[in-house]
């Protein structure tokens, strides 16, 4: 790593967000470069859309730079990110539910012939479809805990902070959205599961 | 839910995840975003009523209309160019 790298890794967000707070728009750079991670897996797990993830990412940083000054440096930027995204992405989600999903199932409809098509299957390769679907079946409030436990690896009590709901809440919500993963999934247990679970990196 | 399929689902959801990943781009476009919107300026001159054009003298009273018309079609413009923009 450069000697400049390693001066950028040295510095702590607590100071990062002073220094946003005063401005430094290379302080947003640095916060996005360390961060973006947690915000883009989180938003693409809720709305199971990258284009809308990559947009809620902008969405969620240009919002920091915008608040920074409401933000406690004292504390971990961390949960500020988590709750964000995970507000913008029910947003999203929601209003795609309202307005825009009637519309796109008359454009699917119209371009019915497309989903046979190479290139449409190459895409969306059927296993991972599979995964996506069963979480997307699960309702917003569930989601958001299953995805914060499970991609995110939060603790029950850092999802009830970050939520802002009670602890049994959390449990509660893992367990169901837990359960009707188990029965989506448990169908590919058996046949193609081995496939999908090549190590994480 | 046993401690084995615990983690398979954990390993799951993080290899599917971990398909997506985010726009290149994404960091200079946050910069340029935000270079153009500082956090002291809102976005209520949106809002606000600002024809970009002097009213003639002997304007008529049907001069709103045109006015709000020309204020839609200009802001919409605006508004869309930038949304491209980004």
Redesign the interface.
Known sequence: MSQAGEVVEAISDSQLIYNLQA?S?DA??VL??RH??LV??TA??ITGD?EA??DL??DV??RL?????HIDPQRPVEPWLYRMTTNLSYTWVKRRQRWLRPLEDVADWLAGARKDTPAYQAEMDDS?RQ??QA?LALPLSHRGV??LY??NDLSLQEISEILDIPVGTVKSRLHYG??A??QS?GLLAGEI?SE?????? | ?DKK?EV????????????????DN??A???W???H???SKNNTDLFLFRPQYRSHPSSSSSDWTLTLFTWINEYSFQVGLKARLI
């Open positions: 401005g728009l947003l750079g996005y470069d973006r991670g883009f897996r693409i797990a990258s993830a990559s990412l902008q940083f240009l730079h915008r608040f920074a000054g991972w995964v996506q979480v299953v995805v499970y991609v837990r359960q993963l188990k999934l599961m999908l679970q090549y190590e994480f990196t | 839910m399929s398979l689902l954990r390993k799951l959801l993080k290899n599917w995840v971990s398909r997506h990943r985010p726009p994404g960091r476009r946050l910069l975003e935000a270079a919107n500082s956090p």
